[in-house]
């Protein structure tokens, strides 16, 4: 069964730090693509960052960008999001994905924005940023 479980999130200060972890099962985690993505109260699902296969690159949304970092550690199937200088804005509901095959070569290797491109989503884990 493929399967993604996020796990590290809680309630937090601004200004503290969180790190998230996503452990992957039933797929080869080191031959995909690996994203974030949140969705606050009243918004819609936004990516927040990004990891290729290899770790060959990194991608982060704007207000994220010198605060949060990701990682992979293929031999623990578990890609993770260091959060530092938590702001209230990052409260939300944080998932972890699968980057889709979709028939090109090696694509599901590497990022993308757009959710629909991902097809194996985790259960979410809450993140609340409040003094």
């Known amino acids: 069964q493929l399967q993604l479980v996020e796990s590290g999130g809680g309630l937090e200060q601004p200004g503290r730090s969180l790190t998230l972890s996503c452990v992957a099962s039933?797929?080869?985690?080191?031959?995909?693509?690996i994203g974030w993505f949140r969705q606050g109260p009243g918004k819609e699902r936004e990516g927040v960052s990004c990891?290729?296969?290899?770790?060959?690159?990194?991608t982060y949304i704007d207000s994220v960008k010198g605060r949060f970092t990701i990682s992979r550690d293929d031999a623990k199937n578990t890609v993770y999001l260091q959060m530092n200088n938590l702001e209230p804005e990052d409260t939300g509901t944080y998932y972890c994905?699968?980057?889709?095959?979709?028939?090109?070569?090696?694509?599901?290797?590497?990022?993308?924005?757009?959710?629909?491109?991902?097809?194996?989503w985790g259960q979410g884990t809450q993140v609340t940023v409040s003094s």
């Open positions: 994905a699968r980057r889709r095959a979709t028939g090109v070569y090696n694509e599901h290797r590497f990022c993308a924005s757009d959710p629909g491109m991902y097809d194996v």
């Open positions: 039933g797929f080869t985690l080191r031959m995909f693509g």
């Open positions: 990891i290729a296969s290899a770790g060959l690159s990194d």
